[in-house]
């Protein structure tokens, strides 16, 4: 299963990208995580849905320092991801 999620609030230089990596490891995800130019965050998540279910709610949430205004989440195709990047 896979989503695509784009995380809209400030959540650059709060190291976001570090704690969301690190979440989905700790829930068997794979994908990446990446700043983008807008000033928000994108993901794509692949894995079993209640895994995907448990980092969008932490998602909603977000790490220390960070304020979580929206998320936008559409379904994908799965890209046969072996591991969780943080992208530049």
């Known amino acids: 299963m896979n989503r695509r999620i784009k995380v809209h609030g400030k959540v650059q230089g709060v190291f976001f990208r570090k ?25 794509e998540i692949e894995g079993e849905l209640h895994s995907i279910l448990a980092m969008q709610s932490w998602l909603r949430l977000g790490p220390p320092e960070s304020t979580v205004e929206s998320l936008d989440i559409t379904s994908g195709e799965d890209q046969g991801y072996q591991e969780f990047l943080i992208l530049q």
């Open 19 to 43: 704690y969301a990596q690190r979440k989905a490891m700790e829930l068997g995800l794979v994908g990446w995580v990446k700043n983008e130019e807008d000033g928000t965050v994108s993901l």
